[in-house]
């Protein structure tokens, strides 16, 4: 127990007491709230937790602790660690639950990008690259195990996830980019971008980039470095894909996050990465269903207001790979 600090609710986190009990040491320091809101310290970063009085408060029915702001991150990415021991002991998802989410979301990403107007031959490798990807899914119990909590976590996480790698496929492909190895990399890295959201509060990822405090955007951009602190605990990821994690967020002009690297020091296969997942953002904002013509349309619009933030020739490929032939087509339907 420890002297009462001058912290207020705007430079705490609240956090579940299980998630608490569930490690072997206290992570950072954390604090109780009393009912008159005054903070009190109850344990220190190091301390082991059965020597602490967790279990005590937990009997009272008390449902959150805190930890500061600041300490939070490093909190997610520790807990981390410990939620995949958990994994590597068991707690399985049913086979049901995992086919299902999988299925679904398989379903709705042929029929939006069949809408967004790919071109056909891209389109068809792009699935059977995608096949290849669930079957890999299906067989790696750890990562079928992370996409579950992934989809659960967020509902349309899965089919954005599954968009981003189907998308980096066929931008690779027009890179001539043609040895399966580097497809079936930038089918899974796609497909794994955003698995570090899965440890975000739901509140922060239900809000608009847009109106997140400076604090809840420290937490937001956290999730690249949370993904490759799962991913690399899975036995034989290569490092490609973790890069792609990491960088998925890292713009050509410099702009992007964490490390604000720039177009030829982002590593070549995050670059097709980064720009899909803008992309899919992009569409996936405008008014369903799109039509292949709005999709050129948005495609336009995305390479003048936003070129420079991504690489020139996957700019390029993704511009090759979707078919003005189909536009025109439902241009002279509609005339
Ligand atoms: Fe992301």
Same mark, same amino acid.
């Given at each position: 127990? $420890?002297? @009462?600090?001058?912290?207020? %609710?705007?430079?705490?986190? +609240?956090?579940?007491?299980?998630? #608490?009990?569930?490690?072997?040491?206290?992570?950072?320091?954390?604090?109780?709230?009393?009912?008159?809101?005054? #903070?009190?310290?109850?344990?220190?970063?190091?301390? +082991?937790?059965?020597?602490?009085? *967790?279990?005590?408060?937990?009997?009272?029915? *008390? &449902?959150? *602790?805190?930890?500061?702001?600041?300490?939070?991150?490093?909190?997610?990415?520790?807990?981390?660690?410990?939620?995949?021991?958990?994994?590597?002991?068991?707690?399985?998802?049913?086979? %049901?639950?995992?086919?299902?989410?999988?299925?679904?979301?398989?379903?709705?990403?042929?029929?939006?990008?069949?809408?967004?107007?790919?071109?056909?031959?891209?389109?068809?490798?792009?699935?059977?690259?995608?096949?290849?990807?669930?079957?890999?899914?299906?067989?790696?119990?750890?990562?079928?195990?992370?996409?579950?909590?992934?989809?659960?976590?967020?509902? %349309?996480?899965?089919?954005?996830?599954?968009?981003?790698?189907?998308?980096?496929?066929?931008? !690779?492909?027009?890179? &001539?980019?043609?040895?399966?190895?580097?497809?079936?990399?930038?089918?899974?890295? $796609?497909?794994?971008?955003?698995? !570090?959201?899965?440890?975000?509060?739901?509140?922060?990822?239900?809000? +608009?980039?847009?109106?997140?405090?400076?604090?809840?955007?420290?937490?937001?951009?956290?999730?690249?470095?949370? !993904?490759?602190?799962?991913?690399?605990?899975?036995?034989?990821?290569?490092?490609?894909?973790?890069?792609?994690?990491?960088?998925?967020?890292?713009?050509?002009? !410099?702009?992007?996050? +964490?490390?604000?690297?720039?177009?030829?020091?982002?590593?070549?296969?995050?670059?097709?990465?980064?720009?899909?997942?803008?992309?899919?953002?992009?569409?996936?904002?405008?008014?369903?269903? *799109?039509?292949?013509?709005?999709?050129?349309?948005?495609?336009?619009? #995305?390479?003048?207001?936003?070129?420079?933030?991504?690489?020139?020739?996957?700019?390029?490929?993704? &511009?090759?790979?979707?078919? @003005?032939?189909?536009?025109?087509?439902?241009?002279?339907?509609? $005339?």
């Amino acid at each position: 127990m $420890g002297a @009462p600090r001058e912290i207020d %609710d705007s430079n705490v986190q +609240p956090i579940p007491i299980d998630e #608490f009990l569930s490690l072997p040491i206290v992570i950072v320091v954390t604090y109780l709230r009393m009912p008159s809101g005054r #903070f009190i310290l109850i344990a220190k970063a190091g301390q +082991p937790t059965a020597e602490t009085s *967790l279990e005590k408060y937990r009997a009272k029915n *008390l &449902e959150s *602790l805190f930890v500061h702001i600041d300490d939070y991150h490093r909190f997610l990415v520790t807990q981390t660690q410990a939620t995949q021991q958990l994994i590597e002991t068991g707690s399985r998802f049913k086979n %049901d639950t995992r086919t299902a989410l999988i299925q679904d979301a398989m379903t709705t990403v042929y029929r939006e990008i069949e809408e967004v107007g790919f071109s056909d031959s891209s389109f068809s490798r792009a699935k059977l690259v995608n096949h290849a990807l669930l079957n890999y899914v299906k067989e790696n119990d750890q990562i079928t195990d992370l996409i579950t909590k992934f989809g659960m976590a967020s509902n %349309d996480g899965i089919v954005h996830s599954m968009m981003v790698s189907m998308i980096s496929v066929m931008i !690779g492909m027009k890179h &001539e980019w043609v040895k399966p190895s580097t497809l079936e990399k930038l089918s899974l890295g $796609g497909f794994l971008h955003d698995i !570090g959201k899965s440890k975000l509060p739901a509140e922060i990822l239900a809000k +608009p980039l847009s109106v997140l405090t400076r604090d809840e955007k420290i937490i937001y951009e956290s999730h690249v470095e949370i !993904g490759v602190q799962l991913l690399s605990q899975a036995k034989t990821m290569p490092d490609d894909i973790l890069l792609m994690v990491l960088e998925h967020h890292e713009r050509s002009d !410099g702009s992007g996050f +964490p490390k604000r690297l720039k177009d030829l020091h982002i590593s070549p296969l995050a670059r097709v990465v980064s720009l899909a997942n803008a992309f899919v953002d992009r569409i996936q904002q405008e008014a369903k269903p *799109l039509t292949p013509e709005d999709a050129l349309k948005v495609f336009q619009e #995305f390479r003048v207001h936003r070129g420079a933030q991504f690489n020139r020739d996957a700019l390029n490929a993704l &511009e090759k790979s979707l078919d @003005p032939s189909k536009a025109l087509k439902k241009k002279t339907r509609v $005339g």
